[in-house]
Nanobody, 127 residues
């Protein structure tokens, strides 16, 4: 019985900031690779960022580099996404996800590799 719950979404103006949180509960033993994805209507789900608890390494999509920061509290299995300098094109439903077990974050940010998903939190950026 595992659960992944995102929070922190909302509506902001361009240039503003939001911090998303992802709380994982239940059996989350060695969920070493966790990440954030986003999706808009008519678009495929795309990877935003990942973080690997083994060494703290992170990955960011080119579109968010320098603006977004992913972090995690390993003991609490909580992942954060600090989003600064938001743009209208960042508008999407944001999902938190985890790979199963000790898997690292290699292999790209393919959503199919992530086994556990939250229900999403909406981020809307207006111009």
């Amino acid at each position: 019985q595992v659960q992944v719950v995102e929070s922190g979404g909302g509506s902001v103006q361009a240039g503003g900031s939001l911090r998303l949180s992802c709380a994982a509960s239940g059996y989350t033993y060695r969920w070493n690779c966790m990440g954030w994805f986003r999706q808009t209507p008519g678009k495929e789900r795309e990877g935003v960022a990942t973080i690997y608890s083994g060494d703290g390494s992170t990955y960011y999509a080119d579109s968010v580099k320098g603006r977004f920061t992913i972090s995690r509290d390993n003991a609490r299995h909580t992942v954060y996404l600090q989003m600064n300098s938001l743009k209208p094109e960042d508008t999407a439903m944001y999902y938190c996800a985890a790979k199963d077990g000790v898997a690292d974050c290699t292999g790209g940010i393919n959503p199919a590799l992530f086994a556990y998903w939250g229900q999403g939190t909406q981020v809307t950026v207006s111009s």
